[in-house]
């Protein structure tokens, strides 16, 4: 068991800002341990309510299972007290299983479920997944709507029923009429989170939504304007939104999307714009171009 029961940590993670940090690699690829730690001390500095450990920015699906184990472990010994750390847990149900019981072995305060790997998937067979997730730790769990992982409302209800232990649903896909009926059903029997790159985006619609959070990929570059920017969406300061929409988040999205992957490669480069560079990404994601990031790093030096 995780230092907060699942209970505790559904609470926990929808008070505040949540991120995913990246995932440091030296020049050949190798993971950067002393770098990854010498991050997490500095976002120490930071309020979030919750840090995701290898997860989608932290290059999961490029890491392997040791890895993922390392990463966790290593965030679980640097976050300051009080944090709440989520391990990740992804591919087929029987990796996802392991994984998520290496997950809590390792110290973690819940689950991240990942999309499965590569098949198209029923109802049915989601269901199975995430049950046999959840019925093998003792971890909160928090399923992601994303990709091949498309959830419909009566499978989460149906699991939200079973399994007091699944806690959150983090939604990848812009489903507005799944996150308007699950709230509406469930109201806080989850913690709903916004997962849509780049979550600041749609932050303020997704409030009225339900989703109290999001994860901030930008919070490993510019941490204190993205605390700054959640507690102005909590505060339903629409002006204030949308003044940074216009000067940072909405230039910074034009340049993401010249790639595929970019919504990863962006913020490393933004790391690296920030001076506090986390090494490339792993293949067969690709790094943006000297030009792109010549954009990004002037862009970077007014938020930072």
Known sequence: MGRYTPTELRDALGTGLLSFPVTHATADYAFDEEAYRAHLQHLNGFDVAGLFAAGGT?????????????????????????????GAAGYGT?????????????????????????????????YEHVARVCSATSLGVVVYHRANARYDADTILGLAAEFPNLIGFKDGICDIDLMATLNARLGDRLVYIGGLPTAETYALPYLELGASTYSSAIFNFAPRWAVEFYTAVRNHDRDEVLTRLRDFVVPYIA???????????????????AGRPAGPVRPPLTDLTEQELAELTALVKTVV
């Open 58 to 86: 932290g290059e999961f699906f490029s890491l392997t299972h040791d890895e993922v184990s390392r990463v966790l472990k290593a965030t679980v010994e640097e976050v300051k007290d009080g944090t709440p750390v989520l």
């Open 255 to 273: 340049i993401r999307d010249r790639g595929a992957g970019y919504g990863v490669s962006i913020v490393k480069a933004g790391l690296t714009a």
């Open 94 to 126: 029987s990796q996802a299983v392991a994984m998520a019981q290496r997950a809590e072995a390792d110290g973690a305060d819940g689950i991240l479920l990942l999309p499965p790997y590569l098949t198209e998937l029923s109802s049915r067979g989601l």
